[in-house]
């Protein structure tokens, strides 16, 4: 019997420095925004450190990078004319259908728009892993943003032109004169 009870007290010695180790290790790999900053640093990224968020740049774009409840964010915002504003909800629409990891969105104000990527990340190992390919994501979806862009304004354009010539013939035969076509 009394070896049991040295056992029971062993074991539960044992159990306990188990889950102080860890705890502790958990805690020293443990991501926050310190050492995200110092890991974007080492990976060349030439970040600012604010209070809250890290800003860096992504080929001439200020991106923001936010880290709360284990849920990583990295953001990139772009200034919109109010007259595009339709065609750049629709670009976001048709780039949202591309890229499941960004999401994008023409903000309340209606005078920007963002693209943002959310990683789920606990730990600097994680952090150096999906980072980078978060990066990746946003200037791929960028870039697919800006060419449905491209191709609604030329749409737009070949549908005003063509209205346009639509209503040149309708006054030119309003006139007397025959129609162009």
């Known amino acids: 019997m009394k070896n049991?009870?040295?056992?029971?007290?062993?074991?539960?010695?044992?159990?306990?420095?188990?889950?102080?180790?860890?705890?502790?290790?958990?805690?020293?790999?443990?991501?926050?925004m310190k050492r995200i900053f110092r890991c974007m640093m080492e990976e060349g990224y030439y970040p600012t450190y604010e209070k809250t968020h890290i800003l860096f740049e992504i080929?001439?774009?200020?991106a923001v990078v936010e880290y709360e409840e284990r849920v990583l964010s990295i953001r990139l915002f772009f200034s919109i004319e109010e007259d595009a504003y339709d065609l750049f909800l629709e670009a976001c629409?048709?780039?949202?259908?591309?890229?499941?990891?960004?999401?994008?969105?023409?903000?309340e104000d209606m005078k920007n728009i963002m693209f943002s990527c959310e990683i789920l990340c606990d730990t600097v190992k994680e952090f150096r892993r999906f980072f980078p390919r978060g990066v990746e994501r946003l200037t791929e979806a960028?870039?697919?943003?800006?060419?449905?862009?491209?191709?609604?304004?030329?749409?737009?354009?070949?549908s005003s032109a063509t209205?346009?010539?639509?209503?040149?013939?309708?006054?030119?035969?309003?006139?007397?004169?025959?129609?162009?076509?």
Request: proline share 1%; charged share 25%; glycine share 2%.
């Open 4 to 32: 049991n009870s040295e056992f029971i007290k062993f074991s539960a010695l044992y159990m306990s420095l188990c889950q102080h180790s860890v705890k502790h290790k958990g805690m020293k790999n443990r991501l926050d």
């Open 163 to 181: 209205i346009s010539a639509a209503e040149d013939t309708y006054i030119m035969s309003s006139k007397g004169t025959k129609p162009l076509s």
């Open 93 to 107: 629409n048709a780039t949202m259908t591309e890229t499941f990891l960004v999401k994008s969105a023409v903000l």
């Open 59 to 62: 080929d001439d774009n200020t």
């Open 142 to 158: 960028v870039l697919m943003h800006k060419a449905e862009m491209k191709k609604l304004i030329i749409a737009e354009k070949v």
